[in-house]
């Protein structure tokens, strides 16, 4: 069953997630009789963390009643308020060109994997990242070129370092769903002397932008996903599909990022990983961001990230 974080009564809580409700995890524990106080600790009660286990038991318990025996635990899901599945990570980690056919609409090539590498780059965490339903802010610094991103996001659940493209899974918690917002041409200071860099760090800070990585609106834990590379993925604006694909179509697999990630950098339970886009980015169509938009992020067995443009 798929976990969220939200909000209800002014407290954050975890909940088991579906598209027309929330069950509170606390109160479907009381009614399990399982001993669970995870707080509003998503990461504790994925595979990895130290609630899982009775999550699980707790899990097992609702799925022997009906849902009308469950009716009084359940909070209709426009009574709560969704949040970011994990508020602060230590590391909000990001790939770029990591579809063929996303480097191929941009107007590259996609070379063989054994001949190069990921791209990663990083956003601010604590600026960045939005939660389901709250707005992508254009910014007025740049307003003209807001595009957008949908990406498999991976939410680290043990600390690894050193691990294998093989073992690289086990130390993962779940999969969730992210909108990599980029400003596509963001020029500080345009009267600028050029330097052979500024074109590298224009679309690098292009990506940090306050909102520019909505997240949720729930996890789908690892262990129910046992092939995370064939997940259908689609993208809508104002109801339009923008973005339609798979994540079969990754040059670098989930395994092979954690594995080259892991080898120079210790990741930490709760680490987001975005996993690249496919094609369909506006940038390639000349089509861009304004305000009154509602963007819809999709991926298949995890859910729908929704998010207005202001």
């Given at each position: 069953?798929?976990?969220?974080?939200?909000?209800?009564?002014?407290?954050?809580?975890?909940?088991?997630?579906?598209?027309?409700?929330?069950?509170?995890?606390?109160?479907?524990?009381?009614?399990?009789?399982?001993?669970?106080?995870?707080?509003?600790?998503?990461?504790?009660?994925?595979?990895?963390?130290?609630?899982?286990?009775?999550?699980?038991?707790?899990?097992?318990?609702?799925k022997n009643h009906m849902d009308e025996e469950l009716g009084e635990l359940k909070l209709g899901i426009d009574a709560v308020k969704l949040l970011?599945?994990?508020?602060?990570?230590?590391?909000?980690?990001?790939?770029?060109?990591?579809?063929?056919?996303?480097?191929?609409?941009?107007?590259?090539?996609a070379e063989e994997r054994a001949?190069?590498?990921?791209?990663?780059?990083?956003?601010?965490?604590?600026?960045?990242?939005?939660?389901?339903?709250?707005?992508?802010?254009?910014?007025?610094?740049?307003p003209d070129h807001v595009d957008w991103e949908l990406e498999l996001g991976v939410v680290i659940g043990r600390q690894a370092k050193g691990v294998s493209e093989a073992d690289a899974l086990d130390y993962v918690a779940g999969y969730t769903v992210i909108n990599?917002?980029?400003?596509?041409?963001?020029?500080?200071?345009?009267?600028?002397?050029?330097?052979?860099?500024?074109?590298?760090?224009?679309?690098?800070?292009?990506?940090?932008?306050?909102?520019?990585c909505p997240m949720g609106p729930c996890v789908l834990p690892s262990d129910e996903?046992?092939?995370?590379?064939?997940l259908h993925l689609t993208l809508k604006v104002n109801g339009e599909v923008e973005q339609d694909g798979s994540t079969a179509e990754m040059v670098f697999p989930v395994a092979a990022i954690v594995e080259f990630i892991s080898n120079f950098v210790t990741l930490e339970p709760g680490d987001i990983i975005s996993t690249g886009t496919t094609a369909g980015v506006g940038s390639a169509k000349g089509k861009f961001l304004k305000s009154g938009d509602t963007l819809e992020a999709s991926i298949e067995h995890i859910g729908v990230l929704r998010n207005p443009v202001v």
């Open positions: 069953m798929r976990l969220c974080r939200f909000e209800h009564d002014g407290q954050a809580q975890v909940g088991f997630y579906s598209e027309e409700a929330v069950i509170p995890l606390a109160a479907a524990a009381e009614f399990a009789g399982v001993d669970v106080d995870a707080g509003d600790c998503l990461i504790s009660c994925l595979p990895g963390g130290k609630h899982r286990e009775q999550v699980l038991a707790v899990q097992a318990k609702l970011v599945p994990n508020p602060n990570p230590t590391k909000l980690l990001l790939l770029a060109g990591n579809y063929a056919k996303h480097i191929e609409e941009g107007g590259g090539r001949r190069t590498f990921p791209y990663v780059f990083m956003k601010p965490p604590l600026t960045t990242l939005t939660h389901p339903g709250d707005p992508v802010r254009i910014p007025e610094v740049s990599d917002i980029s400003d596509r041409k963001f020029k500080p200071n345009p009267g600028r002397a050029e330097r052979e860099k500024d074109g590298f760090f224009d679309w690098l800070h292009g990506k940090w932008h306050d909102t520019f996903c046992p092939d995370p590379q064939q």
